[in-house]
């Protein structure tokens, strides 16, 4: 059923979506402290990161804890807080609570319910790293995680190798290298922007080709990969037909490295990806 929330006109308990900073305190906005300075309970993802910050702020409220793994509980016992009378706000550890982070549940059932749900706003990695990547902003897709399974991870980027817009990916350190790797096989040499430990003492911006990126050291602290969107001229490999033609020149009498070096001219790419490729 259609509702129509008039966010300040109504006298119905509150869900507050309340941004907190990425890494720099400067970017903790006054609206944001003071609402959190307001309500009587702040949900956190983890109570003992949230505490931290919120003291640094003279922000004294009750904090629970609300997690994946807790979220069906949390909702209940938050939804009682709001049902009787009572503001609640709803944070993470950084960011947007709600992206590549809980709180879907929680808002889906405050909505549901009738409560106001309200965001505050604040910083978002990915917002922050698509406006400084010099990539297209017209149009974006927000994807956050791969899948944390190679095979898995690699099926997700076939999919949107077609896809025309900016794409944002969200990566830990520990897997970047990797992912670069399965970004770079699967959409091409595209154009791309790493950004790392945004608004913090070491951020910085790689800006360059996939190409270019394939060796790069040193990818510590959290980071956003930004990709160029497919264009009608990117030649993107379909090693499914590339495997398809090898044979065809195998079956034809052709010895496995001729045939190799046969469809690696005919497309321009170098035998040893195909190579690699074919013998995967
Ligand atoms: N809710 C957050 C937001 O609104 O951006 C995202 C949380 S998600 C669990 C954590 C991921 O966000 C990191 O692995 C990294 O990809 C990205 N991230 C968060 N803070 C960042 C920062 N300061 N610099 C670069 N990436 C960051």
Redesign the pocket.
Known sequence: MMQRQKSYDNDRPTLYLV?TP??NLNEFSPRAINILKEVSLIACEDTRTSRTLLDHFGITAKTVSYHNFNESESSEGLLKILNAGTDVALI??????????PGYKITDQAIAEGYNVVTISG????L??LVASGLSTVHYLYY??LSEKNSAARKELDHLKMFPYTMI????PHRIKNTLKNVYDIFGDRKACL??????KH?EYIRGRLSEMQDLDSLK????LIVEGYKEDDIVIDYISVKESIDAYISEGYSSKDAIKKVAKELGISKNEIYREYHK
């Not at 993470?92 to 982070?101: E, K």
């Not at 990916?169 to 830990?172: G, V």
């Not at 950004?195 to 913090?200: N, V």
């Open positions: 941004a990425i890494g993470s550890d950084a960011g947007y609570p709600l992206i590549s982070d910083p978002n990695a990915a922050n790293a956050g995680f990916f969200y990566e830990s950004a790392r430990e945004l608004t913090k951020e602290g959290e980071i956003v």
